[in-house]
């Protein structure tokens, strides 16, 4: 079954930008898919994280924050079916 892993982040920001590449090609070819989100799109994720991006979820689970954890993501794509 596929999972859907959620990125907070926001427009201009290094970090994020290069999280999502990385995320991205890990998930290549795993039938799971990565859905960005911005936080400053949505006032209560901004107060929630503020500049604490980005952050890697699964539904309310974190992977990782501010750089990519391989080993946790690499974890957690052993995990699933």
Request: glycine share 8%; charged share 25%; hydrophobic share 40%.
């Amino acid at each position: 079954m596929s999972r859907t892993l959620t990125l907070y982040t926001r427009d201009g920001c290094p970090l994020c930008e290069e999280m999502a590449a990385e995320v991205g090609a890990m998930l290549g070819g795993t039938g799971h898919r990565l859905l960005p989100v911005d936080v400053d799109a949505d006032p209560a994720l901004k107060a929630k994280y503020g500049w604490d991006v980005p952050l890697l979820f699964d539904v309310d689970a974190e992977i990782c924050r501010h750089q990519l954890d391989r080993p946790a993501l690499q974890a957690w794509l052993r995990a699933q079916p």
